[in-house]
């Protein structure tokens, strides 16, 4: 992983304040993920990190580290290029 990605997850980490009184829940769709960073960039609560993977082209992809910091902002889902993330999938059919 290069500077940019740990520079990335540094500044995500760096957003958690406290978790979330109702987590929401997010789901990857590692299949579609492509390792951008996008989603991590824009969680206002640092939900999101980005890891290396033998599974995507570009040997990276999003996880998520803090799932109980998830306020359910929905700007991850809404900026991801490839329809890759899903918040609250169980209440809204998302999960395939
Ligand atoms: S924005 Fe989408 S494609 Fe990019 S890292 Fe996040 S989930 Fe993956
Ligand atoms: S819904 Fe909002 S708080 Fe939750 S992971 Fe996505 S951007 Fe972060």
Redesign the pocket.
Known sequence: MDIIEQRTNEEARKRRKKPAPRPHTVL??EQ?????????N?CPTGV?V?EETSK?VFG???KIEEPDYCIGCML?EL???????VVDPEKRGGTE
């Open positions: 990857i769709k579609y993920c492509k390792g951008c960073s996008i989603c991590v824009v999101l980005i995507s990276l992809i999003a991850c900026h991801c290029p490839d329809f890759a993330i």
